[in-house]
């Protein structure tokens, strides 16, 4: 199972994706009340790739075996856009829509197991991935097309 991917060539309509567009070009960016308090395992792209790699190196280990691929470091999504506001150097203009019935307050990796059997150990800082990400965003998308609409 995969917690929280975020990185290069995110899906549009994520989080972070929709963030990084409403700061750079000064949109509001809309967030359901309460969900800045929502814990999660964010988890760089990278990570994910290594812990798929290291499946596919072990394969006599994995075979039949379920692995939870993410991060023990979990952070609010508060915590998360405050990071892109800093790489950014610019506040996001939030706009909070109701709250939405049945949304998780938490979700965290527990990877213990990919650990132990697989020797995953995931390194990348949500201060480092989500500056990747704005930079790639940056780089590749803002200004080019409008996806983000």
């Not at 975020?6 to 967030?31: H, M, Q, S, T, V």
């Not at 706009?95 to 150990?121: F, M, S, V, W």
């Not at 989500?130 to 609409?149: A, G, P, R, S, T």
Request: glycine fraction near 8%; charged fraction near 30%.
């Amino acid at each position: 199972m995969l917690f929280s991917v975020y990185g290069e060539r995110e899906r549009p309509e994520k989080l972070y994706p929709k963030l990084i567009d409403a700061i750079l070009n000064d949109k509001p960016f809309p967030l359901f009340e309460g969900s800045q308090e929502h814990l999660r395992s964010y988890t760089y792209v990278g990570d994910i790739i290594d812990g798929l790699v290291l499946i596919l190196d072990n394969f006599e280990k994995s075979a039949g075996e379920i692995f939870n691929l993410g991060t023990d470091q979990a952070i609010t999504t508060g915590e998360g856009i405050k990071i892109v506001e800093d790489v950014l150097g610019k506040k996001a203009v939030l706009d909070i829509k109701p709250k939405r019935p049945g949304d998780q307050k938490e979700t965290h990796a527990c990877i213990d197991k990919a650990r132990r059997i697989l020797g995953y150990n995931p390194t990348t800082t949500p201060q480092v991935g989500l500056k990747k990400e704005v930079d790639w965003f940056k780089e590749k998308i803002w200004k080019k097309i409008d996806l983000y609409l």
